[in-house]
């Protein structure tokens, strides 16, 4: 019990402290100060309580579960190995993501792996109470324009972030947690309105591509998820009248949340800046060299080049990130050990998993989420450890 509450106690840390909470402290992602300041405190409650969850007591793995252990540990050891080729390459500042964003990420996940069955739902279920929990938060700071917690970018129009780093990691996390929360040993009608709140949350955020993969996330439960119990033909049916329900509903709470003022960055075009931005960063390879390109540059000189030619702020691109700060041999390795730790991760989980996965890294994609120290991933590998077993709830999502 006392692992398990030290557990939760250090998801919370990490999930919730953002970097600028941290900044107030540290210069975590400042310039300045030494390395140690550029890693999350949580991270250092996550390492340290990584052996004591190994050693304090026995624990038992069986069936898929020994697969997934073994992946975890060779996505560490191999993720490990590419902080040391940024420092010899003189990137070592660089190196803080893979730590803080990868590393504890798949220390949060080999610990949920020593865990049994009811205490892994349990920590997935706090990791989902605090997601709708922002969600509430973040709605309401829609509503009020005053925000919880710290923020210090400055932005055209007010986004709430709830308990995230950011408004479009509110949104991402929102549409990935719908997901799960369907698989949450919670009555039905929790369920239901976990979903409505995450999914309010979602359009709360501004996060525009996350709100429209959070709308075919949920017509894809209803559509592509087992409900037990019933013969194809009826499960067929009860699906096209809930899914006529959930239409109508949907476009009543869209009519609602453009009242309510929670849909004004939808009033113009998709098309706008924020979307061109994304596109023009990728004209960032004009502007370095083929050498840049296969061996990787400095991050510094990176966005230096991006705000003098490309006039932006940001970089809110992670396959450019990856590419030009690794070199696009060590980035498809890299792109290939993200996708094949998360497949194996999904190994005979219930359909709703992989749907609230493919969700989060399609939003993730559209920013910088898989590229900047955040707490992302390891929200996800919880949920994954926590849902993504054969267990009866593989078609409760129904």
Same mark, same amino acid.
């Given at each position: 019990?006392?692992?398990?509450?030290?557990? +939760?106690?250090?998801?919370?840390?990490? !999930?919730?402290?953002?970097?600028?909470?941290?900044?107030?402290?540290?210069?975590?992602?400042? =310039?300045?100060? &030494?390395?140690?300041?550029? #890693?999350?405190?949580?991270?250092? @409650?996550?390492?340290?309580?990584?052996? #004591?969850?190994?050693?304090?007591?026995?624990?038992?793995?069986?069936?898929?579960?020994?697969?997934?252990?073994?992946?975890? #540990?060779?996505?560490?050891?191999?993720?490990?190995?590419?902080?040391?080729?940024?420092? #010899?390459?003189?990137?070592?500042?660089?190196?803080?993501?893979?730590?803080?964003?990868?590393?504890?990420?798949?220390? @949060?996940?080999?610990?949920?792996?020593?865990? =049994?069955?009811?205490?892994?739902?349990?920590?997935?279920?706090?990791?989902?109470?605090?997601?709708?929990?922002?969600? $509430?938060?973040?709605?309401?700071?829609?509503?009020?324009?005053?925000?919880?917690?710290?923020?210090?970018?400055?932005?055209?129009?007010?986004?709430?972030?709830?308990? +995230?780093?950011?408004?479009? /990691?509110?949104?991402?996390?929102?549409?990935?947690?719908?997901?799960?929360?369907?698989?949450?040993?919670?009555?039905?009608?929790?369920?239901?309105?976990?979903?409505?709140?995450?999914?309010?949350?979602?359009?709360? &955020?501004?996060?525009? !591509? @996350?709100?429209?993969?959070?709308?075919?996330?949920?017509? /894809?439960? $209803?559509?592509?998820?087992?409900?037990?119990?019933?013969?194809?033909?009826?499960? !067929?049916? /009860?699906?096209?009248?809930?899914?006529?329900?959930?239409? $109508?509903?949907?476009?009543?709470?869209?009519? %609602?949340?453009? %009242?309510?003022?929670?849909?004004?960055?939808?009033?113009?075009?998709?098309?706008?800046?924020?979307?061109?931005?994304?596109?023009?960063?990728?004209?960032?390879?004009?502007?370095?060299?083929?050498?840049?390109?296969? !061996?990787?540059?400095?991050?510094?000189?990176?966005?230096?080049?991006?705000?003098?030619?490309?006039?932006?702020?940001?970089?809110?691109?992670?396959?450019?990130?990856?590419?030009?700060?690794?070199?696009?041999?060590?980035?498809?390795?890299? /792109?290939?050990?993200?996708?094949?730790?998360?497949?194996?991760?999904?190994?005979?989980?219930?359909? +709703?998993?992989?749907?609230?996965?493919?969700?989060? $890294?399609?939003?993730?994609?559209?920013?910088?989420?898989?590229?900047?120290?955040?707490?992302?991933?390891?929200?996800?590998?919880?949920?994954?450890?926590?849902?993504?077993?054969?267990?009866?709830?593989?078609?409760?999502?129904?």
């Amino acid at each position: 019990m006392l692992l398990f509450l030290a557990v +939760a106690f250090t998801f919370l840390i990490r !999930f919730n402290i953002s970097p600028q909470i941290m900044n107030r402290i540290v210069n975590y992602t400042d =310039d300045g100060g &030494s390395f140690i300041e550029k #890693l999350h405190v949580g991270t250092y @409650a996550m390492f340290l309580l990584l052996p #004591l969850a190994f050693f304090a007591r026995p624990f038992t793995l069986r069936g898929e579960e020994i697969g997934k252990f073994r992946v975890l #540990l060779r996505f560490s050891i191999l993720m490990a190995a590419l902080v040391p080729y940024l420092f #010899l390459t003189g990137r070592a500042g660089s190196s803080g993501f893979i730590i803080d964003t990868y590393l504890v990420a798949s220390a @949060a996940g080999l610990i949920m792996l020593t865990f =049994d069955d009811s205490a892994r739902h349990a920590l997935g279920d706090i990791v989902l109470g605090m997601l709708i929990l922002s969600a $509430v938060i973040g709605i309401m700071e829609a509503l009020t324009h005053i925000r919880v917690l710290p923020y210090d970018l400055n932005e055209l129009q007010f986004r709430p972030i709830g308990l +995230a780093n950011h408004p479009l /990691a509110l949104g991402s996390l929102c549409a990935t947690a719908i997901g799960f929360v369907v698989l949450a040993r919670w009555p039905v009608w929790m369920r239901l309105l976990a979903v409505f709140i995450l999914f309010v949350g979602c359009a709360a &955020s501004g996060a525009r !591509f @996350a709100l429209l993969l959070g709308g075919v996330e949920v017509m /894809a439960l $209803v559509l592509f998820t087992r409900w037990q119990g019933l013969t194809l033909r009826r499960a !067929f049916k /009860a699906k096209l009248v809930v899914f006529i329900i959930t239409v $109508v509903l949907a476009a009543a709470l869209i009519t %609602a949340m453009y %009242a309510g003022g929670l849909l004004n960055r939808f009033g113009g075009s998709l098309f706008d800046e924020n979307f061109m931005a994304r596109v023009t960063i990728y004209r960032v390879f004009d502007y370095v060299s083929w050498g840049d390109i296969m !061996f990787g540059i400095n991050v510094k000189e990176l966005l230096e080049i991006v705000n003098q030619k490309l006039h932006l702020p940001y970089i809110e691109s992670a396959p450019v990130v990856i590419t030009l700060l690794f070199g696009l041999p060590i980035a498809l390795f890299f /792109a290939w050990l993200l996708v094949w730790m998360l497949f194996r991760m999904l190994r005979g989980a219930p359909g +709703a998993v992989w749907i609230g996965t493919i969700t989060y $890294v399609l939003t993730a994609l559209s920013n910088n989420a898989l590229s900047s120290k955040n707490p992302e991933i390891a929200i996800l590998l919880v949920l994954l450890a926590a849902y993504g077993g054969r267990t009866r709830l593989q078609s409760d999502a129904a």
